[in-house]
């Protein structure tokens, strides 16, 4: 429990039920309500890890994240 909320912390600046809930808990590619992740559409959220100076690395920025599946998440991260 304290985990995923240090993780949405850390990697979505604690926006992550916002997202889900501006994006109706669903998709914004295919419209699925199942395997939701959130995506920073700039693509800082990758790879970094999670001990990382986070206000130097990610864009927590609400026109940023959007929500996807998983599969929609994986095909967006390989064409980035």
Known sequence: E?????RDLVRFGGKRELIFK???YRCVECGTALNLVIHHIDNRGRHLGDYVDVKDKYNN??????TLCNKCHGKKIKHQ
């Open 22 to 24: 501006r994006d109706g």
């Open 2 to 6: 304290n985990l995923g909320k240090w």
């Open 61 to 66: 920025e609400t026109d940023n994240l959007v």
